[in-house]
């Protein structure tokens, strides 16, 4: 029978109808939240949970993230400026009791596919691990049963969960519950965890769970992959992209891209053979208004692995070539680094150059890179998601679609705010001239001013002479660099291991010592001397107090390079005995003061020497910084693993 209906009922007849329910018996009344909740038993009355009890399995997750908002990919055991997303992804599965926290990385298994540095998206990104699962062995639920009572796995989010009463459906679902906990011996086969909505539940807005997948035993997110898909987006502003994609299908096959990648010399990697399977530069649709002279372009690079840092570093060299900085053929001489397998020029080409030491050169920004896929075989992988049910329930604001659909809108929304600045500036402050692209029959790339090589992402490298790539200065070679890390500090961080190796062995045996001493002396009544463990004592002793000792601060390099100056800096260089000159009384104090008037009063014409001198001056610490780089011990950045993505 269906439920009333109380719209057309008079005040009168709703009052007779409370008085009526009133008298009913306590056992058809319905427990109020408040009574649910403190049939609940206090939460320091509750036994821990216990991840051994509950049956596991292995699985993929597919996700993705907003770079610019993290460190970086990897879990890092140094403290970053900002969080990493592994150690906000791990959080959240450890919150939710998916997995356990106390065993860390390695007790769940888990396996990423491909790494990505600080500022670099994923839309496709994946990991594989152990977790909790609803299911057992043979795919069907696996519940304890006492007689005829069957209890659910709990929902593992943290805390007890506690219905929310506060719908119509919420309380059937609550009282069909109870009725089945009370009079159904048997259930029928209980559906997995519903793990997407779960971690997406917890987890920042900057990172969203997309699919999941069970898996095989033996499978690895990294492994098992077969290849991965980048994208790099920039605009087309002051670029012949027909000439990037001409330079892009040199980088298709397989070559040695030692000259296209950072060198990390603590992995002590001699082969940099990667196979690139799709180079292409594509026009991305519905990215800009009509009628823009700007259009957003995309690089597509498909590849089986990728070095350290790779994509980043062909960009560069791509952006060089669409500005007419260097022609397409520059990507076969830097790819022309091994002797042993030289590369084949091109009908009508002159003969590659060998370059087996890498040029001095800095790789594009960070942003506008994304890792878009990475592709399995689908007999070993299958991407599910909760389906629609647990929308229906939360609310259309938990569906994943319409989340990611409002953060696109937002961003759009930005965009042209943004372009409209830009139109306002544009009514006062003229766009300066266009450079670039040069035409391919220009013989210097000498211009008056400065010239603005760009990066991407809206960055760009200020210089006052372009200097060609193949003629700038080079770094050492693989193998200098690999020695010298290994006679280095490789040496050095190999040592310390077997000293605590050492120590840990040492520490281990002193407590044994110690143990038989104590049984000794209990077997025959003495009592046990002091000496014996006057040994471990002091070693302790003095290990505190190294520890509590503080450091001493770290000696300034002085080969280090020095920092490029300002253009304020070389403005004051230049003024101030001027100023101090006019103004004989004035302390330092008051000389910085009017030098700061000084600078505020001069227009960009009267700047532009200072301006000019900055830019070289930065241009010169860089190649200075690189090189001395170059020379230091330690490579940075890079992973554990021989292929180390963006």
Same mark, same amino acid.
């Given at each position: 029978?269906?439920?009333?209906?109380?719209?057309?009922?008079?005040?009168?007849?709703? %009052? $007779?109808?409370?008085?009526?329910?009133?008298?009913?018996?306590?056992?058809?009344?319905?427990?109020?939240?408040?009574?649910? %909740?403190?049939?609940?038993?206090?939460?320091?009355?509750?036994?821990?949970?216990?991840?051994?009890?509950?049956?596991?399995?292995?699985?993929?997750?597919?996700?993705?993230?907003?770079?610019?908002?993290?460190?970086?990919?990897?879990?890092?055991? %140094?403290?970053?400026?900002?969080?990493?997303?592994?150690?906000?992804?791990?959080?959240?599965?450890?919150?939710?009791?998916?997995?356990?926290?106390?065993?860390?990385?390695?007790?769940?298994?888990?396996?990423?596919?491909?790494?990505?540095?600080?500022?670099?998206?994923?839309?496709?990104?994946?990991?594989?691990?152990?977790?909790?699962?609803?299911?057992?062995?043979?795919?069907?639920?696996?519940?304890?049963?006492?007689?005829?009572?069957?209890?659910?796995?709990?929902?593992?989010?943290?805390?007890?969960?506690?219905?929310?009463?506060?719908?119509?459906?919420?309380?059937?679902?609550?009282?069909?519950?109870?009725?089945?906990?009370?009079?159904?011996?048997?259930?029928?086969?209980?559906?997995?965890?519903?793990?997407?909505?779960?971690?997406?539940?917890?987890?920042?807005?900057?990172?969203?769970?997309?699919?999941?997948?069970?898996?095989?035993?033996?499978?690895?997110?990294?492994?098992?992959?077969?290849?991965?898909?980048?994208?790099?987006?920039?605009?087309?502003?002051?670029?012949?992209?027909?000439?990037?994609? *001409?330079?892009?299908?040199?980088? =298709?096959?397989?070559?040695?891209?030692?000259?296209?990648?950072?060198?990390?010399?603590?992995?002590?990697?001699?082969?940099?053979?990667?196979?690139?399977?799709?180079?292409?530069?594509? @026009?991305?649709?519905?990215?800009?208004?009509?009628?823009?002279?700007?259009?957003?372009?995309?690089?597509?690079?498909?590849?089986?692995?990728?070095?350290?840092?790779?994509?980043?570093?062909?960009?560069?060299?791509?952006?060089? =070539?669409?500005?007419?900085?260097?022609?397409?053929?520059?990507?076969?001489?830097?790819?022309?680094?091994?002797?042993?397998?030289?590369?084949?020029?091109?009908?009508?080409?002159?003969?590659?150059?060998?370059?087996?030491?890498?040029?001095?050169?800095?790789?594009?920004?960070?942003?506008?890179?994304?890792?878009?896929?990475?592709?399995?075989?689908?007999?070993?992988?299958?991407?599910?998601?909760?389906?629609?049910?647990?929308?229906?329930?939360?609310?259309? *604001?938990?569906?994943?679609?319409?989340?990611?659909?409002?953060?696109?809108?937002?961003?759009?929304?930005?965009?042209?705010?943004?372009?409209?600045?830009?139109?306002?500036?544009?009514?006062?402050?003229?766009?300066?001239?266009?450079?670039?692209?040069?035409? @391919?029959?220009?013989?210097?790339?000498?211009?008056?001013?400065?010239?603005?090589?760009?990066?991407?992402?809206?960055?760009?490298?200020?210089?006052?002479?372009?200097?060609?790539?193949?003629?700038?200065?080079?770094?050492?070679?693989?193998?200098?660099?690999?020695?010298?890390?290994?006679?280095?500090?490789?040496?050095?961080?190999?040592?310390?291991?077997?000293?605590?190796?050492?120590?840990?062995?040492?520490?281990?045996?002193?407590?044994?010592?110690?143990?038989?001493? =104590?049984?000794?002396?209990?077997?025959?009544?003495?009592?046990?001397?002091?000496?014996?463990?006057?040994?471990?004592?002091?070693?302790?002793?003095?290990?505190?107090?190294?520890?509590?000792?503080?450091?001493?601060?770290?000696?300034?390099?002085?080969?280090?390079?020095?920092?490029?100056?300002?253009?304020?800096?070389?403005?004051?260089?230049?003024?101030?005995?001027? %100023?101090? $000159?006019?103004?004989?009384?004035?302390?330092?104090?008051?000389?910085?003061?009017?030098?700061?008037?000084?600078?505020?009063?001069?227009?960009?014409? *009267?700047?532009?020497?200072?301006?000019?001198?900055?830019?070289?001056?930065?241009?010169?610490?860089?190649?200075?910084?690189?090189?001395?780089?170059?020379?230091?011990?330690?490579?940075?950045?890079?992973?554990? $693993?021989?292929?180390?993505?963006?």
């Amino acid at each position: 029978m269906s439920p009333p209906s109380y719209e057309n009922w008079t005040r009168e007849q709703l %009052i $007779a109808r409370i008085n009526e329910i009133e008298r009913l018996p306590a056992s058809h009344t319905v427990k109020s939240s408040s009574d649910l %909740i403190s049939s609940h038993p206090d939460k320091k009355g509750q036994k821990p949970f216990v991840f051994s009890s509950h049956p596991r399995r292995k699985i993929a997750l597919k996700f993705c993230y907003s770079g610019w908002e993290y460190n970086g990919l990897a879990f890092q055991n %140094i403290p970053t400026p900002l969080p990493t997303v592994e150690s906000v992804l791990f959080d959240a599965l450890a919150f939710t009791r998916l997995i356990d926290p106390s065993k860390g990385f390695d007790g769940c298994g888990w396996e990423k596919c491909g790494r990505t540095d600080r500022g670099v998206s994923a839309a496709g990104q994946v990991i594989s691990l152990w977790v909790r699962s609803a299911l057992g062995q043979n795919g069907v639920g696996e519940e304890r049963r006492n007689g005829s009572e069957v209890k659910l796995e709990e929902d593992g989010s943290g805390s007890e969960a506690v219905p929310d009463l506060s719908s119509h459906d919420a309380l059937v679902d609550c009282l069909e519950g109870e009725d089945i906990l009370s009079s159904t011996p048997l259930l029928p086969e209980i559906t997995e965890l519903q793990y997407v909505s779960k971690l997406n539940n917890v987890l920042p807005p900057t990172i969203r769970i997309l699919a999941w997948s069970p898996v095989a035993d033996d499978f690895s997110a990294r492994f098992d992959c077969q290849h991965r898909h980048y994208k790099y987006f920039f605009t087309s502003h002051g670029l012949d992209v027909s000439r990037m994609q *001409e330079a892009a299908q040199r980088l =298709v096959g397989e070559h040695d891209f030692r000259n296209l990648c950072k060198l990390d010399a603590s992995k002590q990697i001699t082969q940099f053979r990667r196979n690139i399977l799709r180079a292409d530069v594509n @026009p991305v649709e519905d990215s800009q208004p009509e009628g823009s002279p700007d259009k957003m372009f995309v690089l597509d690079l498909i590849g089986s692995a990728f070095l350290y840092h790779q994509v980043r570093h062909i960009m560069a060299i791509l952006f060089l =070539v669409g500005t007419g900085l260097e022609q397409p053929s520059v990507v076969s001489a830097l790819l022309n680094a091994d002797p042993d397998h030289r590369e084949i020029p091109r009908e009508g080409e002159q003969p590659i150059e060998l370059v087996d030491r890498k040029p001095l050169y800095e790789m594009a920004d960070s942003l506008p890179l994304v890792l878009w896929d990475c592709a399995y075989d689908d007999s070993r992988i299958q991407w599910r998601t909760d389906g629609e049910a647990t929308s229906r329930r939360q609310g259309p *604001e938990a569906n994943l679609y319409n989340q990611l659909h409002s953060i696109a809108s937002r961003s759009h929304i930005h965009t042209v705010l943004d372009r409209h600045f830009l139109a306002a500036a544009a009514r006062y402050h003229p766009a300066p001239a266009m450079h670039f692209p040069l035409s @391919p029959n220009t013989t210097s790339v000498t211009k008056p001013g400065m010239l603005s090589v760009p990066l991407g992402g809206g960055s760009y490298r200020r210089t006052g002479k372009y200097v060609p790539l193949l003629q700038r200065k080079r770094l050492d070679s693989v193998e200098v660099v690999n020695e010298r890390y290994r006679v280095g500090k490789g040496d050095r961080r190999a040592a310390r291991k077997a000293s605590a190796a050492v120590d840990e062995r040492d520490g281990d045996e002193d407590t044994r010592v110690s143990a038989e001493a =104590v049984s000794l002396a209990v077997l025959i009544g003495a009592q046990m001397p002091k000496e014996t463990t006057k040994s471990t004592k002091s070693k302790k002793k003095a290990a505190d107090k190294a520890e509590k000792a503080p450091r001493a601060k770290a000696k300034k390099d002085p080969n280090a390079p020095k920092r490029a100056l300002s253009a304020y800096m070389f403005f004051s260089s230049d003024w101030r005995e001027r %100023i101090k $000159a006019e103004n004989p009384d004035a302390g330092f104090g008051e000389v910085g003061k009017l030098l700061g008037a000084k600078w505020k009063e001069m227009d960009d014409e *009267e700047k532009k020497p200072y301006v000019e001198q900055a830019a070289k001056d930065k241009e010169r610490a860089e190649e200075e910084k690189a090189a001395y780089e170059n020379k230091k011990d330690a490579g940075s950045g890079g992973s554990g $693993a021989e292929d180390d993505d963006e």
